[in-house]
């Protein structure tokens, strides 16, 4: 279940001042071994080994098909790729790669990244809820139950 808080827009420079909002509160960051980890608590087929081996190779290949310039695409998940910006420059002769161009990674959600794709569904065929936080001040009166959004 992901959770939010509500929080006030105090800039007032801002069209939605005195507004009050909804931010997803993060439960952190997980790292390709936290992933692995979880995939084997999926009780699947394979060994923590050889997933482990899959995804690092994986890492690998999509980092240098992008460093090649291809786009990578994972269906229902996203393409991965390098983006670049260049300066300008007065004259072509002058223009230096290295200095002159900055690049950037990139992804972009494709497919069916609902969910539905890889099976995760709830009660009722919702896919996504969402509960206020528990563990902060609440700026409400009343905390309201958690509300079911279909991402779908």
């Known amino acids: ?33 936290g992933l692995i980890s979880h995939m084997v608590g999926h009780n699947s ?10 995804l690092r190779d994986m890492v690998g290949c999509v980092r240098e098909l992008a460093y090649e310039g291809y ?3 994972i269906d229902n998940l996203g393409i991965f790729f390098v983006s670049m910006k260049s300066k ?3 004259d072509a002769n002058k223009f230096n790669a290295q200095s002159d161009i ?23 065929g919702a896919l996504l809820t969402w509960k206020e936080d528990d563990n902060y001040t609440s700026p409400r009166t009343k905390t309201a139950g958690g509300t ?5």
Request: aromatic fraction near 10%; avoid cysteine; charged fraction near 25%.
């Open 1 to 33: 279940m992901a959770k939010y808080r509500i929080y006030q827009n105090t800039n007032d420079k801002s069209n939605g001042f005195g507004k009050y909002y909804a931010r997803k509160k993060s439960q952190g960051m997980i790292d390709l071994n």
């Open 45 to 54: 087929a394979f060994s923590e080994g050889t997933i482990s081996g899959v």
């Open 71 to 73: 786009s990578v695409k």
């Open 88 to 90: 300008g420059v007065d």
């Open 102 to 124: 900055t690049s950037k990674w990139r992804a972009m959600p494709t497919g069916d990244t609902s969910g539905r794709a890889i099976g995760i569904t709830r009660a009722g």
């Open 148 to 152: 079911t959004v279909d991402e779908g």
